[in-house]
């Protein structure tokens, strides 16, 4: 099977939405340092972007954990790399790529809260809030909300490509003459 990639979101509107979640982001927690936690790998692309745009005073830790195979996600959390350093007393700012079912978040913000970090807030590139099976996550701050389709770009990926696309695509899979 082959696919093709449809624009969805261009670059432009990408860096114009993350220049504005910045600029959010560095109002609310003004006089507060930040403490980024990204979910890998898709995470990585929009958290240093996002970063970049953030005036205040911040650290950075990563996360992975695995919930999908291919273009379905298999229910299950599956906890790859912890973080390095406590949260404990932090202000977290969990930096997701796409929120799709919430099964992840959920897991990863009750984790946080577990270790008694100070407050935990969510960032999202993207929402799909008609997927969510878990209905209690609450999305602090979100890029774009989009149909349920497979995307990809920006650091999202199919079977690890397409990470690197600087714009939001659609996924359309091609049946192969053979």
Excluded: W
């Excluded at 005073?57 to 299950?76: K, R």
Aim: aromatic content about 8%; some cysteine; hydrophobic content about 40%.
């Amino acid at each position: 099977m082959a696919e093709t990639i449809k624009v969805l979101v261009s670059e432009e509107e990408v860096n114009e939405r993350i220049k504005t979640l910045g600029k959010q982001i560095s109002e609310n927690y003004a006089g507060k340092q930040i403490h980024m936690i990204c979910v890998l790998k898709g995470g990585v692309f929009f958290m240093c972007e996002l970063a970049k745009r953030i005036n205040l005073p911040l650290t950075m830790d990563f996360m992975s954990v695995a919930s999908y195979e291919g273009t379905a996600s298999t229910g299950h959390i599956n906890l790859k790399k912890d973080l390095d350093e406590p949260v404990e007393g932090l202000d977290v700012l969990v930096v997701e790529d796409i929120i799709d079912s919430g099964r992840t978040l959920s897991h990863l913000i009750k984790l946080l809260g577990d270790r008694k970090a100070s407050s935990v807030k969510l960032c999202t590139l993207l929402d799909k809030p008609e997927r969510r099976v878990v209905k209690d996550i609450k999305v602090d701050y979100c890029g774009f909300n989009i149909p349920d389709a497979f995307v990809v770009g920006y650091g999202l990926d199919y079977n690890q490509r397409y990470r690197n696309l600087p714009y939001i695509g659609v996924v359309e899979f091609e049946e192969e003459n053979s």
